[in-house]
């Protein structure tokens, strides 16, 4: 067997999975290698709740595959690792040529050997002291610290060799997409919903992006603008269906004949029911918002009433309890808080009222409703959807 790098990968909570933890995997596995098109040509093996990702030639790219599975929900961690022969003599001649630029720059470090093959004819604890050994020897600067080493060298031995790796890297976790169903994700240009996108489809929960745009209150660069929040959210979520619904029409007849304070509750119940029509149409069997309780005027307890009441699927709220500086983090992270912030304006901003209702009543919100021709205006903005993908 020729020594060759690969990738070992963890899957995490899959493994909690009962007798359909095979179609977890597998589903895993086609986001694997989806996401690894254009990195070069790899073969994919899954053994002992592990994947084995392997560069089929030299040009496939294994730093970029690193970058792109740190990406893909359903692994928990992952290790850049060489695989050399199930022998002490060949793990002895590559850990420290394999490993020495990292331990050359440490001054500690920690050998932990795990053995599924029990054939092998040395324990754990003996492969520790002999590899051990032979680093002190090749390294002698460095000490053994087996509490909190600077550097931790992994040999693990498996049924299709020995795997030789320094500590494993965090993958970004949750469960594979496409397992968790599809749901119409409620998107502005804003910090909140892309964060709030990322997080369902970290569990598992493949996206469509409905997006209300509000010309010539709101220009074509805001839209950009969301559609780069959308390939942010991609990298990690998968391809992403964009439909945008025009808005202008509804906003101006509830500006002409409704209550201004309750201007914002009203318009987003038409996009609570719009949006539930687009995730028909589109298989969702729900609706996620970046809402969070107090951080708005329309967010309050008796606001998100009035607007839940109005979507005739679920409405997941992932960010339901979290306060501004934690999406912030998360927004930061996922690398849309800097696109976020850009000053365009979307339609959730166009006519604001100057002192919106906090504690609307349902009866007050249904009798100013009664002002409009909601069919008339839901069906106009239907028919005027135009449709991208993204990612």
Known sequence: METQEILLIKNGELALKGLNRGT?????????????????????RKAQSTLYIE???????????????????????????????????AILASAG????????????????AR???????????????????????????????????????MVEIRDFGAYIHAAQLPGAGGMPVGTGGRAALLISGGIDSPVAGYMMAKRGIELTAVHFASPPYTSERAEEKVVSLLR?????????????????????DIRRHCPEELFTILMRRYMMRIASQVARQENCAALITGESVGQV????????????????LPVLRPLIGMDKEEIIVISRRIGTFDISIQPYEDCCTVFTPRH?????????VVEAEQALDGDALIAEAMSGIRRRTVG
């Open 24 to 44: 977890f995997e597998d589903i895993l596995m086609k986001n694997i290698r989806r996401r690894l098109r254009g990195a070069g040509e790899f073969s994919l």
């Open 55 to 89: 560069p089929k030639d030299d040009a496939a790219d294994l730093e970029e595959a690193c970058e792109r599975i740190s990406r893909v929900f359903g692994i928990s961690a992952f290790s850049r690792a060489l695989r050399v022969e199930k022998e002490m003599a």
């Open 97 to 112: 040529d394999y490993l020495r630029e990292q331990l050359e720059g440490a001054h500690t470090f920690k050998v932990d």
């Open 115 to 153: 053995r599924s093959d029990k054939a092998f004819p040395l324990t754990s604890p003996q492969i520790c002291a002999a590899v051990g050994e032979r680093l002190l020897n090749q390294f002698p600067h460095l000490r053994v610290d087996v509490h909190r080493p600077e550097r931790l060298v």
């Open 232 to 252: 942010e959210v991609a990298g990690y979520a998968g391809s992403i269906e964009m439909r945008t619904v025009p808005f202008t029409h509804i906003q101006e």
């Open 297 to 312: 005027a329309s967010q309050t307890l008796p606001a998100l009433a009035c607007t839940e009441d109005a979507a005739s």
């Open 356 to 364: 919106p209702r906090t504690r609307p009543r349902m009866e007050q």
